[in-house]
């Protein structure tokens, strides 16, 4: 098969949670250890740093990623999901990993996936630890999928933890209240292993403090610092970095020797090292036009603060949703002056048309509805004026339709 091929099969032979919501599902170790032993266990003999949270995730695993490239590390990264190339999920010193690779790593295994019948994430984490350690990877920084305890990612022994914050989101999965969320994400935890948390509050901190006492791992709050910028859009990068550079100075103490300038480079050049988009992105001006994947009530509550940052004129907002969000509680955030472009996007878990004209009207808002992410985008295009803001946010599906 060609590398197009392979991917289309991919997508069409295993259950994949992006398409197909919580039918794709699959909770525990199990398979992930299967396809490992499979594929010899490329996961013996890496370092890694694991990486989970609610929000943010993304954003610290790709800063820490940029900073041990710039100390010389060669550095593997593994993301989800990915927005217009599969090979997004698996970078290399922020390349994407070759096309041969993914067909040769398909079409070596993929007889014997039928008896383990794993999902698409699983097979994606497997091709990952492959991928890092046929190319000698120095370190790996691994951000979870869904959840933490029963990722498929959870089958590593990192050297450092890292909870960004806890949300309400995947609440089928993870559980409907903030402790339970942050009993799973705290499954990351390991013993006798550092963990950093970047937010937390009365609810969530007992959680990850029994966890650690559990696992004698010992637990770091992050640290305010204002003295790091990134090239990563928006003012609530600065939490993200915090969290970073807490787990930097704890690495620095067990034999990691991370530079101040090396570390502040690499905060600066964290696009341009590991292509990391689809946050806060400016993509043009005259009129502006932003993108950012934020998708949950956390998420989308920052973002609009940040809009409330910038000068514009009329504000255009695109959004999309899986239909598995909260949406009541997300369209409580969404402000009266604005015109809402609310859209479908070509996948099972899209919220419909319907769906999204009951909620406008419900909540008084200017909008249209479409049936298609590309009619919304070019009748808000067509709307704009120079001084104008259009705004593509929700679904990872809508911006990577958009992309």
């Not at 927005?83 to 096309?99: H, K, P, V």
């Not at 979870?144 to 949300?167: A, F, K, Y």
Request: glycine content about 6%; some cysteine.
């Amino acid at each position: 098969m060609t590398y197009q091929e392979t991917v289309d099969w991919l997508f069409a032979q295993l259950p994949n949670y992006q398409l197909q919501g919580g039918s794709a599902y699959k909770p525990g170790l199990e398979n992930i250890t299967q396809l490992l032993k499979l594929t010899g266990n490329p996961e013996k003999g890496l370092r890694f740093f694991h990486v989970a949270g609610t929000n943010g995730k993304g954003s610290v695993s790709n800063m820490l990623a940029s900073i041990l490239q710039e100390h010389g590390f060669k550095t593997g990264l593994f993301t989800s999901p990915h927005l217009t190339d599969f090979r997004e999920r698996i970078r290399i010193n922020g390349a994407l990993i070759s096309e041969n690779f993914v067909v040769d790593f398909v079409a070596r295994y993929k007889d014997h996936w039928q008896e383990i019948n794993p999902s698409f994430f699983e097979i994606t984490t497997a091709m990952a630890f492959a991928a890092f350690k046929q190319n000698e990877c120095d370190i790996c920084v691994i951000e979870t999928g869904l959840g933490g305890r029963l990722d498929s990612t959870n089958v590593i022994e990192p050297e450092i933890s890292i909870i960004t914050n806890i949300g309400l989101d995947h609440t089928a999965f993870l559980g409907d209240t903030l402790e339970e969320i942050a009993f799973e994400k705290a499954g990351i935890i390991k013993k006798n292993t550092p963990v950093v948390i970047g937010e937390w509050n009365e609810k969530t901190l007992p959680v990850f403090e029994k966890a650690a006492t559990e696992k004698n791992a010992e637990l770091i709050l992050a640290k305010k610092t204002t003295s790091y910028q990134t090239d990563l859009g928006g003012t609530f990068q600065q939490i993200n970095i915090s969290t970073v550079i807490t787990a930097t100075e704890i690495l620095n103490k067990s034999g990691w020797s991370f530079k101040p300038e090396k570390v502040k480079l690499g905060l600066m050049q964290v696009q341009k090292n590991t292509g990391f988009k689809g946050r806060f992105q400016i993509l043009q001006h005259n009129p502006t036009v932003l993108i950012d994947a934020a998708h949950n009530e956390a998420g989308v509550k920052v973002l609009f603060a940040e809009i409330n940052r910038l000068q514009f004129e009329k504000l255009h907002l695109i959004y999309g949703a899986a239909n598995d969000k909260d949406l009541q509680t997300i369209f409580k955030l969404f402000p009266q002056n604005a015109h809402y472009y609310f859209s479908e996007f070509d996948s099972k878990r899209t919220t419909k048309v319907d769906e999204f004209q009951k909620l406008a009207t419900a909540f008084d808002l200017e909008a249209d509805f479409f049936n298609e992410s590309r009619k919304a985008i070019a009748v808000a295009y067509e709307a704009a004026d120079e001084n104008d803001l259009i705004v593509i946010f929700g679904s990872f599906y809508l911006v990577q339709e958009f992309l």
